[in-house]
């Protein structure tokens, strides 16, 4: 079968039925405004997955604008407890007064390689980017005109050379946009040097890998949300203390990231990043940086617990890609954030609801809930349907 000879998702979707001797009715059943995706964000298309989407919430946060809000989290996912644990922690975090949430726009990277064959070489190349840098930001700025180049670093082994492209990509999250611009960029200084540009991405980006360069470097935006919990809201609706509380962090998400060789210092921070990014149509693959976040805590001389979530490269967008898609673009609604203006709002919204992920988890493993939690929000419900 050549999945070229059918033209259109029903034709395609019953002629690999047929190939393959199954039904998948469930597959071809979705909105018909879904078909747009066909043409623009999934290629062969025979169909749709359906995830379930539940809600979690309402988490309050206050940005370091002062701004003030409630939101209800959308959140896809099929792993059982993981809403209600997060809208435990949105519970916890909205009676503590809310978390206070920071973002900074660093910028969407992309890095090629260029092929030197010698020190000499890789320096006259790191020369000639340093001295033609406006040149070159006029031509990758060329290419669009939602896009600003805001740095480009070089890196040098013996006989490769490799630099990373940072752009200002607005409110879309931007891989494609800064691709087709650093090809330029790529194109130009190689007929101006000749040196080759092996690769327009050379892994120096670094994009959807796990990476020491994103954590201390960052990429996208990066992000910060912070909580002081008071003692009662510790015991009254996450049952444990501040002592176990941090006990628990200490032991976990510090030693044990530690002597795992962890690159990321959390708890389950993917867990959150990966629900919010299927609901609202991030790019799931980027849930790799989103993960390198880090969760601190400290018991207070007040007797109360700190916990804070830092994310040092979170790769999100309000408009272009799957934030167009009518279930995705309904769940950023929800959020109050779709559309132009508002990728500084969701981040916000991101590493708040990361925090609130944070704290449930942390709080249920430190008075032994989790396993019970799982058994019966998880597992019961199986046993029903037998």
Not at 50 to 79: D, H, M, R
Not at 114 to 129: A, K
């Amino acid at each position: 079968m050549n999945l070229r000879d059918h033209k259109d998702t029903k034709t395609r979707r019953r002629a690999l039925e047929k190939e393959l001797s199954v039904d998948v009715p469930h597959i071809a059943a979705y909105t018909p405004d879904l078909e747009i995706a066909s043409t623009k964000n999934c290629e062969n298309m025979i169909g749709a997955v359906q995830i379930p989407l539940g809600i979690a919430g309402p988490l309050k946060i206050q940005s370091s604008e002062l701004k003030v809000q409630s939101y209800y989290l959308p959140l896809a996912t099929t792993e059982g407890v993981l809403v209600a644990s997060i809208s435990r922690g949105c519970k916890a975090i909205t009676q503590a007064g809310g978390a206070i949430v920071h973002t900074h726009k660093v910028g969407t990277t992309r890095g090629p390689v260029f092929y030197t064959g010698s020190i000499r070489e890789g320096t006259r190349l790191h020369n000639f980017v340093k001295n033609q840098k406006a040149k070159i930001k006029k031509i990758a700025e060329g290419t669009s005109n939602h896009l600003e180049l805001k740095d480009i670093k070089t890196k040098s082994i013996p006989n490769y050379t490799f630099l990373r492209f940072s752009y200002d990509t607005g409110d879309a999250m931007g891989m494609n946009m800064v691709t087709i611009a650093t090809q330029a960029a790529g194109e130009f200084i190689e007929k101006e040097t000749g040196i080759p540009c092996l690769s327009v991405a050379g892994n120096f980006d670094v994009d959807k890998k796990p990476a020491w360069l994103n954590s201390i470097n960052h990429r996208g935006i990066k992000a910060w949300a912070e909580v002081v919990l008071q003692r009662r809201i510790l015991k009254d609706i996450l049952k444990t203390t501040p002592e176990k509380f941090f006990d628990v962090w200490l032991g976990k998400v510090m030693l044990g990231s530690a002597v795992s060789g962890s690159i990321g210092f959390n708890a389950h921070i993917a867990n959150v990043i990966a629900a919010l990014f299927i609901a609202t149509g991030q790019d799931p693959s980027h849930v790799v940086e989103g993960s390198l976040g880090i969760t601190t805590a400290k018991v207070l001389d007040s007797g109360d617990l700190y916990v804070g979530v830092f994310l040092p490269s979170l790769l999100v967008g309000t408009v272009g890609g799957g934030t167009s898609l009518p279930t995705q673009k309904e769940a950023l609604s929800v959020l109050g954030v779709s559309g132009a203006g508002k990728v500084e709002e969701f981040a916000q919204i991101v590493v708040a609801a990361c925090l609130a992920g944070e704290v449930s988890l942390l709080a249920s493993l430190s008075e032994g809930s989790l396993a019970r939690a799982h058994e019966r929000l998880g597992r019961d419900t199986v046993k029903n349907q037998k």
